[in-house]
């Protein structure tokens, strides 16, 4: 039995026939068999005298582990947020206590509400980390990266708004539109997400 991986992150399992060999339990796969929740083992070829291969779609493997890589990042970019938090909390105790910090930011609720925002990102990133090892699921880069690009572009308007409180915030506006973009990253990348989730659950039930 051989076992290697595909391009996409995809297990193969691969059966060959040997010659002489008593034919041992059969598993029989009608379309796909679900390991664990959001895991599926999936025939892709049987035909007479050709290896019977089989996918294991939802995992990957590097070093034992069955989590994807690009879900690894979700730490990271949480890690990051928090960071980012933390420094701007000290800022916020600046603006209080210092006027030169107080002319670096004029605006102390923008900069209050970027703190905010990078510390709820950070919570989201390394909770739907902790739900998506749970239920051993492993999302596609575009929703991984998604996630991480709104997460750490959304707080950034409300830091350049207490830098430059009377920043033009039209839509129209090119705040507006880097504002927009960095939404619809973020609704995709949570969303993707979230209903990955919702599906392993309701396949657990």
């Given at each position: 039995m051989q076992l290697f991986i595909?391009?996409?992150s995809r297990l193969q399992l691969r059966l060959p026939e040997?010659?002489?060999e008593e034919p041992g339990p059969r598993l029989r796969v009608?379309?796909?068999?679900?390991?664990?929740p959001g895991?599926?083992?999936?025939?892709?070829?049987?035909?007479d005298r050709t290896p019977r291969t089989l996918l294991v779609r939802g995992v990957s493997s590097n070093k034992g582990s069955l989590m994807l890589n690009y879900s690894n990042l979700l730490v990271v970019a949480g890690s990051l947020c928090m960071t980012i938090a933390l420094v701007l909390a000290w800022c916020l105790v600046g603006v209080r206590?210092?006027?030169?910090?107080k002319l670096i930011f004029p605006s102390y609720q923008y900069l209050l509400k970027a703190h905010i925002d990078y510390l709820m990102m950070?919570?989201?990133l390394i909770a739907f980390f902790l739900v998506l090892a749970h239920f051993r699921l492993?999302?596609?880069?575009?929703?991984?990266?998604?996630?991480?690009s709104g997460s750490l572009m959304n707080p950034v308007g409300f830091l350049v708004l207490a830098v430059r409180p009377k920043t033009n915030q039209h839509p129209a506006s090119p705040f507006g539109v880097i504002m927009a973009c960095s939404f619809t990253l973020t609704t995709v990348?949570?969303?993707g997400a979230a209903w990955s989730i919702a599906r392993a659950a309701a396949l657990a039930l």
């Open positions: 595909l391009h996409g040997r010659q002489g009608r379309g796909q068999l679900q390991l664990w895991v599926f083992l999936q025939e892709v070829v049987s035909a206590s210092s006027s030169f910090m950070s919570g989201f492993s999302m596609p880069p575009l929703i991984v990266l998604s996630m991480i990348g949570y969303a």
